[in-house]
């Protein structure tokens, strides 16, 4: 599980810059079959969304699917904590 803010997002190339608490930056790419779980206002809790609920600066968390050759990591699923 990797944590931090997203501060790059690219919608239409489905990929991201994530910057974790010590500053370090990930790559990230989410695949056609990624999840996304969202807070729901009301409630406080999560529900499911997608990559279109999700934006520049949400704090988040990640399981990492997978790593690719150029250093960047698949996304399994992310859950925006904001």
């Known amino acids: ?3 931090g ?7 239409e190339e ?3 810059i994530l910057v ?7 790559p990230v790419r989410f695949g056609p079959h990624a ?17 279109a609920d999700i934006g520049e600066g949400y704090l988040v968390q990640m399981d990492v699917h997978s790593h690719n050759t150029d250093g960047s990591c698949n ?5 925006s904590l904001s």
């Open 5 to 11: 803010h997203i501060r790059n997002l690219n919608r």
């Open 35 to 51: 999840r996304f779980e969202v807070c729901e206002p009301a409630s406080g809790g999560l529900q499911g969304g997608t990559l």
């Open 75 to 79: 996304c399994g699923a992310l859950v």
């Open 20 to 26: 974790t608490r010590d500053g370090k930056e990930v």
């Open 14 to 16: 489905r990929t991201a």
């Open 1 to 3: 599980m990797v944590e």
